[in-house]
């Protein structure tokens, strides 16, 4: 699996759906109407995310590889 910033998920997510519901700190939180699930992406500067946490929000989203 490829290293994603949490801005290039961010932007595969809103294409998805997802919207912004709120930012706390350096977490930004998205929902989608009619889901209960939010998705909470962690902006820690130009970090890749770590491979375990990429996968568990790519899975929420409903995200393959090839969507980001």
């Known amino acids: 699996m ?3 910033t949490a801005v290039k998920l961010a932007k595969a ?3 998805k759906g997802w919207k912004l519901a709120r ?3 350096s977490h930004h939180v998205y929902i989608m ?3 209960q699930e939010r998705i909470v992406i962690p902006f820690h500067g130009n ?5 375990g946490l990429l996968k ?3 899975n929420i989203a409903g ?3 090839k969507d980001i």
Do not use: A, D, F, W
């Open 47 to 51: 970090t890749p995310l770590k491979v």
């Open 23 to 25: 930012i706390k700190g």
């Open 2 to 4: 490829k290293q994603v």
């Open 33 to 35: 109407n009619g889901r």
């Open 63 to 65: 995200l393959s590889e």
């Open 56 to 58: 568990s929000l790519m």
């Open 13 to 15: 997510i809103t294409q």
